[in-house]
């Protein structure tokens, strides 16, 4: 049986980890960026990025102000947990006032905000049943500035494949420098208008360099990826080679009448954090290098 | 493009100087206004109401800071820009009535906003987007707060910086556009982009 409040403890351990420390992934491909620029000002964002990166770390602090509000995706293998849900809703409160993180949550009407970041179906929680031994609970605390960006089309089936091109082309040029490029595109084509928008996001929880199983797929993430950085918006929109560091995609089967896709825009301080936990207390933190961690 | 080191207020002839492009490192007094502060501050005003912040000639900052109660004070933890776009209806009245003379923020801001920036002598700082703690290390004090009740990312704090930046002139009191001319720029760049994609 895997306790309440060792889940408790691990959330809070993620959200502190996700909140100062980018993946390894996200900031090699920072780096790269940097390397890649030739011009003053685009040179200076990244610039500006990556001290901003190493000096989170180095002092232990948010490396974003927008600490976001917390989606969080489980993987439930065959493992008894007590207490699952409140354990990552009061994981997400006592994180919010020790760490501290930005209390955002609040009603969409009355805007109210309870100061802790948990409100009503908020944190929000995927659990997906698996078969392994163990729990994984992934965090991903994401900004508004970028997350305003998303969108949906519901194309029809004449649309097709440039359909698809022309909305993602669309939906990236009108985003320009607002949701702190160079950033991610997650994109999820097929399903419903919700599967659409829930693989969007889904797909930013894939590390750069990774590609799509579907060999058709992964052709055009990597031909998004390039066309895309030909437009020049550059960091910060104030332009540059550098608009995006990934295109990740997820596709779904549809409805027969139906061409969903969905953009889910990720800034460049693109956080997760990802953890296993084994029955026997172990925890593993496999989306940072160096994740290893005794019994806490 | 020149580099500059400046302290506020902003005078509106210091303002008229700069030009898109220009570094900028800002020294003084800046409040940070977002959504809230703008709707509240300008309700105020319309039923008649005092506000009493002295923001004639001020830099206002598009930030929702992370801040700690610390010794009896607050301290900054973490402090970039907000996204300056969802000002866009508010800033020109904003700028007009308060005399404001700089807005620090990211993304860049309307046509609307440009042409207020011009009609009263003030300028548009882009400052890199999420460069949280590298702001917050800029940030030496919160000298106090106003509308403390619209909670921590929306009531306007009065924070005492030195060199804060760089911050880029991104839309100056010239009707120039940093933002703009990238816009044109992607523009050109379209037929390029539609070609690699094959539509």
Known sequence: MIGKSFVKSVVKD???????????DVKEALRAAYEREVEVLPKMQLKAILDNIELAEKTGTPLCQDTGVHVVYVKLGCVEVEGLEDAIREGVAEATASIPLRPNAVHPLTRKNPGTNVGLKMPYIYIEKIKDSFLEITV????AG???????????PAAGLKGVKEFILQTVIKAGGQPCPPGILGVGIGGTADVAMKLAKEALLRPLGSRNPDPEVAKLEEE???????????????????????????????????????VNYQCWAARRATARIYPDGRVEFTSHK?????VG | MAEYRLTTPLEEKTARELTVGDVVYLSGIIYTARDEAHIHILEDLRKGREVNIPLKGAVIYHCGPILK??????????????????????????????????????????????????????????????????????IKAVKGVYYEELGMAEAVWVL??????PLIVGMDAKGNSLYEKVELEVGRNLAKVRHMLGI
Do not use: C
């Not at chain 1, 991903?140 to 900004?143: D, F, I, R």
């Not at chain 2, 005492?160 to 930046?165: A, S």
């Open chain 1, 140 to 143: 991903m605390p994401k900004g």
């Open chain 2, 69 to 138: 109660r610390e010794d009896g004070g607050w301290k900054v933890i973490a402090a970039g820009p907000t996204t300056s776009s969802r000002m866009n209806p508010l800033e020109p009245e904003f700028i007009e009535k308060m005399g404001i003379k700089g807005v620090i923020g990211k993304g860049g801001m309307s046509k609307q906003v440009g042409e207020a920036l011009a009609k009263h002598g003030a300028v548009y700082f882009s400052f890199t987007g999420g460069a949280a703690v590298l702001a917050a290390n800029r």
């Open chain 2, 160 to 165: 005492e910086v030195k060199e804060f930046g």
């Open chain 1, 224 to 262: 998004l990826l390039e066309s895309l950085n030909g437009l020049g918006i550059g960091p910060m929109g104030l332009g540059g080679k550098t608009t995006l560091l990934g295109v990740n995609i997820e596709v779904a089967y549809t409805h027969t009448a139906s061409l969903p896709v969905a």
């Open chain 1, 14 to 24: 993620l959200l502190k980890l996700a909140s100062i420390e980018l993946p390894s």
């Open chain 1, 290 to 294: 160096g994740g290893e961690k005794g």
């Open chain 1, 146 to 156: 970028s997350e305003n960006m998303s969108a949906l089309a519901m194309l029809t």
